[in-house]
């Protein structure tokens, strides 16, 4: 809410204004219609809104349309018969060519999952047959036969060394500790 100062103020400065000649064709519209409303009320019994008369706009005549005429033959059009034949040519591609390379595709990845199972087994009897040989090779029978035909024998005694205190690198040493 404005202070009395404020108001003060405010109506001396708009009583300085001087109106413009737009404000005052927008009054005397306004006014106007003020007139209009309370006449037509008067005659209508109620308030009605009062019609403003409408400035007329000249209309150009048009030309006069040329004389039909009468066509016989109709010539064929071309251009939408390519167009006709080109997407029956591009349907029947998707619709019956397409599903065929589909299922070649198909048929060539199951033969090459095929041979990869048949390769599958051979390795797994080849891999059994090596594990067998390793297991008959490393037998302590076996070990023990090999080692005598190169020369070697099992020891008579065994002897263990013992090192000194090992320390590790970086470690400092004081002299005399």
């Known amino acids: 809410?404005?202070?009395?100062?404020?108001?003060?103020?405010?109506?001396?400065w708009e009583g300085d204004l001087v109106p413009s000649a737009a404000s005052r064709r927008s009054a005397a519209r306004a006014?106007?219609?003020?007139?209009?409303r309370s006449r037509s009320a008067?005659?209508?019994?109620?308030?009605?809104?009062?019609?403003?008369?409408?400035p007329?706009?000249?209309?150009?005549?048009?030309?006069?349309?040329p004389k039909p005429r009468l066509v016989?033959?109709?010539?064929?059009?071309?251009?939408m018969i390519a167009v006709v034949v080109l997407f029956a040519a591009v349907l029947l591609s998707v619709a019956i060519v397409s599903p065929m390379l589909l299922s070649a595709r198909a048929a060539e990845a199951e033969s090459q999952v095929g041979l990869m199972e048949s390769s599958e087994a051979q390795l797994t009897?080849?891999?059994?047959?090596?594990?067998s040989q390793i297991a008959a090779l490393s037998a302590p029978e076996r070990v023990a036969e090999q080692a005598s035909v190169l020369g070697m024998q099992p020891a008579e005694q065994v002897y263990y060394m013992e090192s000194g205190q090992v320390g590790t690198e970086g470690d400092t040493t004081v002299a005399g500790r």
């Open 1 to 12: 809410m404005a202070t009395v100062a404020r108001t003060t103020w405010m109506e001396a």
């Open 31 to 36: 006014q106007a219609r003020v007139s209009a």
């Open 42 to 54: 008067r005659y209508y019994g109620r308030e009605a809104t009062a019609r403003v008369p409408q």
């Open 56 to 65: 007329e706009v000249e209309v150009q005549r048009a030309r006069p349309l």
């Open 72 to 79: 016989t033959k109709r010539r064929p059009q071309w251009h």
């Open 125 to 131: 009897s080849s891999i059994a047959a090596l594990s």
